[in-house]
């Protein structure tokens, strides 16, 4: 005979546990139980308490742990230096839906907390479902970029905020104003605005804030730079393996360059590497590219084109129309890279091992092919070393989503190398042999 | 044997054949149709024609083009191959400018190849050379450099390409080929073997080795090859040497270079095209232009003295990009005779040296220059 | 057994005792110096042989290899030292005491170093090559090396580069070779030649 008591007791410890786990669960960051609302991102409030649980304290007039000052320093713009409360007001912004033509996209959309700062999609959703044309970069420690875009047509974090507003796939306002507009009867943005650049609401500062938040998104602490600051046991034999690959056999460093100074894994160059080619009428597309930018070479103009046409295949060329830049994009940083796939500008290469395969093929031969692409000859586990190596580049405070991106990986892996090829690899045939031969 | 997977882009390049191959059978109507399109884009875009279809950003234009019997040629320069087991890099950059040369739409007149083909003159290597250039869709014209012919005094070169020393005309144009890697015997005192003879040539800094020379045969074959031909033909000589004294040190060097420049002095205009230096380099003494070709294989620095006051100097090459400082490229021949001579650098801009510019000893149509320093 | 042919065993005996001795004699197994003469007539033997076969190993060593290599590609000569033999203060100072021998010892052992440096350096199998090239093929001369301008923050390599460090990137990327350990003598002798070559110009660290 069950007493009234225990049966009390039964239930009550239930509903605590269930209320624990719904409560534990909800605060994870395990992709399954994430509240997710328009274009696939979580929701703006559950990004915002993740955002607080990873970075509690900001103190935005320090330098961030880990950054010589002097070079930290020259990253700083002149007209934009950091204050909390430029901070503060970024921060609202980059989660504030309303800077949306339809009220659904905000960066955090694409930069979802979530998702690595990304959104773990090959090329991202913007109003109306519209899908663009180039993987979203991760806002993570995007202090350190010389250059913002794929493309390099941005040159600063600041000028780089504001373009997302008025690009008509992404967040869709015809132009600036409307989207500062949007904003300006709320009251708490007009204080907010005053406190941090002592002026109303307006597009430009839009951008400034946005770039001062950016700013603090600084997350360096991975096993690996544990491991360069001394700590042997930081990261496994195979990861120590693959980062003397990275540096000897792999060529890695010949342009994702590393180091205590250095911590990003880019050289802020643009390179062919040949993924662009993959594109059938890459060539072709070469042509027309320069016949659109004659007619229109304006700002927004080049927005358009690259990401609404087929033209964003061209990379870098259509804002300098070199023609060493044709197909050329802005050499990816390595940080973080194990959660934010897939890989290459137009997220076409899903997991690590794919990239790994891509470079030991010597990318894909076109006329304008970097000629520091070569093939490898790289080894099944040289390869599996690399990876190992690329995967301990990632904070510790997304070690969880780091490990199922590991899992995940590797799993597809194991199923599909769509873009291997070991005669490639291994010197047997040759690029450039398939093309000429008649 | 490993597992080989056919990965997208083999499968693509095999879709990519076929699309071509039926291009190809296209009735008369559709083709005239497709190629319109393709001219009107490329007139629309302003662009002149030599550079086809590839956009390019030049920092002049180099003359109009449509002067009558003007014409132009691409050119393919010192790919020291190996054979391909043991150097595969040299291999993929010849087949790479290959490549680069097929692309150009319309296709030039024709190839010219400016020597070292082969690395130590061994006949797989000079086999391995002529295959891949079999390739190329408009006819090859090919010269001799010094690491294709003293291994073996070459008897494989002359077996695959003929004699190395000939004229013909193209145009208007009288076009002479000269074997200027002459030189005189410094084996046979001392011992050497063919291979020791050809590594010793080989080394661009080894003094052991002779100065080149054009030599008295040929000199006198030249006069006679000329002697028909009115004082303002346009010619182009193609020379593997430079034909003038640049720096003895590395066979930068004709040693014969005054009594060679005799003959053609009469000239009105003389270019003369030639190989060796595997850089941007421009000269001009009295009526003769001289330009240099870039090498596919790897860059030379510039000389510590004796450089031309004309040559506007490439920048550096980066030595993280195998590639960089090395390309192939065209050459626009004017009706009289005088060239813009086109650089098409990989991975960077391509670079014009025009007709007004030597023409005008320097004062025009002056080339960019680097910003960088070129060492 | 009679005595005659006792005595004829006993004879035949001694006389394979004398022979027998006599031979081991030659050996030099008894006497302690003829034991000494023919072990160095062995050793002689030896060397003799082992250096014959060096010789035909190395030809092109037998000879004066320096003068040889020096002929083959010009070499900057070390510093003319001569100054140190004038002047007063060696006087009790037996240090400061220089000779010409010790000048002409120091520029021949530098010399040799150099000369050896540009040896490998135009010799792919020297330095391990496994696609045929050496450096002069990009470096006449040594032309374009630039070490004065070392160290400098390559970065490529990821930290500051010593000139070391960027013939052992050479000696993986276009050579592919090994890399060289610091002290390794072809490393020593490779950035001894490239040194040599630059002689007398500024050193300008940090320069690109």
């Known amino acids: 005979m069950v007493s009234l008591t225990s049966r009390i007791g039964v239930l009550g410890s239930l509903t605590l546990a269930i209320v624990l786990c719904w409560g534990i669960k909800t605060e994870s960051q395990s992709g399954t139980d994430i509240p997710r609302t328009d274009h696939g991102a979580a929701t703006m409030e559950y990004q915002q308490r993740l955002l607080d649980k990873l970075m509690p304290e900001v103190d935005a007039t320090k330098v961030p742990e880990g950054f010589d000052p002097v070079i930290w320093d020259a990253f700083i713009p002149q007209n934009n230096e950091m204050t909390a409360s430029r901070v503060a007001l970024g921060r609202k912004l980059y989660f504030d839906k309303r800077l949306s033509e339809d009220g659904t996209v905000s960066c955090a959309t694409c930069h979802d907390v979530t998702r690595g700062f990304t959104d773990q999609r090959p090329t991202s959703e913007g109003i109306n479902g519209q899908i663009g044309r180039r993987n979203a970069p991760t806002t993570l420690n995007v202090a350190l970029l010389q250059t913002l875009f794929l493309d390099g047509r941005s040159p600063s974090l600041d000028h780089q905020a504001r373009l ?98 250095n911590p990003l894994g880019t050289d802020n160059r643009f390179h062919n590497v040949g993924v662009s080619a993959r594109h059938q ?80 093929k010597g990318g894909e031969a076109n006329p304008f092919l970097d000629g520091g692409m070569e093939p490898l000859a790289l080894s099944e586990q040289e390869i599996d070393q690399l990876v190992a190596f690329l995967f301990a580049l990632t904070d510790q405070r997304f070690a969880e989503e780091n490990e199922g991106q590991m899992k995940a990986q590797k799993a597809a892996a194991a199923k599909s190398r769509a873009f291997r090829d070991d005669d490639m690899a291994f010197r047997q045939k040759l ?8 | ?62 003359e109009a083009a449509s002067q009558a019997n003007s014409f132009r040629f691409a050119y393919i320069s010192d790919s020291h191959l190996y054979e391909r087991d043991l150097n595969d890099r040299f291999v993929r950059s010849l087949m790479r400018a290959v490549d680069d040369v097929n692309n150009l739409d319309p296709q030039p007149d024709f190839v010219f190849y400016g020597g070292d083909l082969a690395q130590l003159g061994q006949p797989l290597e000079l086999e391995l050379g002529a295959q891949i250039l079999k390739n190329l869709k408009a006819p090859l014209k090919i010269m001799v450099g010094e690491h294709d012919w003293y291994l073996d005094m070459g008897e494989k070169w002359k077996d695959l390409f003929g004699e190395p020393t000939y004229s013909w005309d193209h145009k208007g144009v009288h076009c002479v080929t000269l074997l200027s890697v002459v030189e005189k015997d410094f084996w046979t005192a001392r011992g050497m073997s063919p291979m020791d003879r050809m590594k010793t040539v080989a080394g661009l800094d080894n003094s052991v080795q002779s100065p080149f020379t054009v030599g008295a045969p040929q000199r006198e074959w030249l006069k006679n090859d000329l002697a028909n031909y009115s004082d303002d033909t346009p010619l182009i000589v193609f020379s593997h040497s430079p034909l003038y004294k640049l720096y003895k040190a590395w066979n930068f060097w004709t040693d014969d270079a005054e009594q060679v420049q005799a003959i053609l002095s009469r000239f009105k205009n003389v270019v003369v095209i030639h190989g060796h230096t595997h850089q941007m380099l421009t000269n001009r003494i009295g009526n003769i232009h001289f330009h240099g070709l870039l090498a596919t294989a790897w860059p030379w620095p510039y000389a510590p003295e004796g450089m031309p006051p004309l040559t506007v100097e490439m920048s550096r090459p980066d030595p993280f990009n195998p590639q960089d400082g090395c390309g192939d490229g065209e050459v626009q021949v004017h009706t009289d005779g005088l060239v813009d001579k086109i650089y098409n650098f990989w991975n960077r801009n391509p670079l014009t040296v025009a007709r007004a510019y030597t023409a005008s000893w320097g004062q025009e149509a002056i080339p960019p220059k680097p910003n960088r320093p070129s060492y | 057994m009679s005595w005659k042919s006792k005595s004829a065993l006993l004879a035949a005996g001694c006389a394979a005792l004398v022979v027998l001795l006599w031979g081991i004699s030659q050996q030099g197994l008894l006497t302690g110096s003829a034991q000494a003469a023919v072990q160095e007539q062995q050793g002689q033997a030896l060397a003799d042989a082992h250096l014959a076969q060096w010789k035909r190993k190395n030809p092109d060593r037998v000879a004066d290899w320096v003068a040889e290599e020096k002929e083959r590609h010009t070499v900057q000569p070390p510093a003319d030292n001569s100054h140190l033999l004038k002047g007063g203060q060696g006087e009790g100072h037996t240090y400061g005491q220089y000779t010409e021998r010790d000048i002409l010892t120091w520029a021949r052992e530098a010399e040799k170093l150099v000369v050896e440096g540009s040896r490998i350096f135009h010799d792919a199998s020297a330095m391990g090559s496994a696609v045929a090239v050496s450096c002069d093929m990009c470096h006449p001369h040594a032309a374009n090396t630039h070490p004065e301008t070392y160290p400098k923050f390559q970065a490529q390599m990821g930290r500051v580069a010593l000139l070391r460090d960027m013939i052992n990137w050479c000696l993986e990327n276009p050579v592919r070779g090994q890399r060289l350990p610091a002290d390794d003598p072809t490393m020593r002798a490779l950035e001894a030649y490239i040194y040599a070559q630059r002689k007398g110009v500024a050193l300008n660290y940090g320069k690109h």
């Open chain 1, 164 to 261: 997302p507003i008025v690009n008509p796939i992404e967040m869709g306002f015809a132009t600036g104003e409307e989207s500062a507009a949007a904003i300006r009867n709320d009251e708490e943005y007009q204080r907010l605005f005053q406190e941090a650049y002592g002026r109303g609401v307006n597009y430009e500062d839009i951008g400034n804030a946005i770039g001062a938040f950016e700013r603090t998104l600084v997350f360096l602490d991975s096993p690996f730079r544990r491991f360069l600051l001394g700590d042997d046991m930081a990261i496994s034999a195979d990861a120590k393996e693959g980062w003397r690959l990275f540096n000897e056999k792999a060529r890695c460093t010949a342009c994702h360059q590393m180091s205590l100074s």
């Open chain 1, 281 to 360: 009428d890459f060539e072709s597309l070469a042509k027309q590219g320069v016949q659109a930018l004659k007619e229109d070479p304006s700002e927004q103009k080049l927005e358009e084109l690259a990401l609404a046409t087929d033209m964003s295949e061209l990379g870098r060329f259509m804002s300098t129309t070199n023609r060493s830049d044709i197909g050329s994009f802005r050499t990816s940083m390595l940080l973080n890279v194990g959660i934010t796939p897939p890989y290459m500008h137009d997220g076409t290469l899903p997991t690590l091992w794919d990239v790994m395969d891509h470079y030991n």
């Open chain 1, 431 to 438: 690029a450039f042999e398939d093309r000429i031969s008649k």
């Open chain 2, 1 to 62: 044997m490993k597992p080989t997977y056919k990965s997208v882009e083999t499968r693509y390049m095999e879709e990519r054949k076929e699309f071509f191959d039926s291009l190809k059978k296209l009735d008369r109507r559709s083709f005239v149709k497709v190629s319109t399109a393709a001219l009107g884009a490329v007139a629309a875009s302003g662009l002149t024609p030599p550079f086809s279809f590839q956009p390019v950003n030049v920092s002049f234009r180099s």
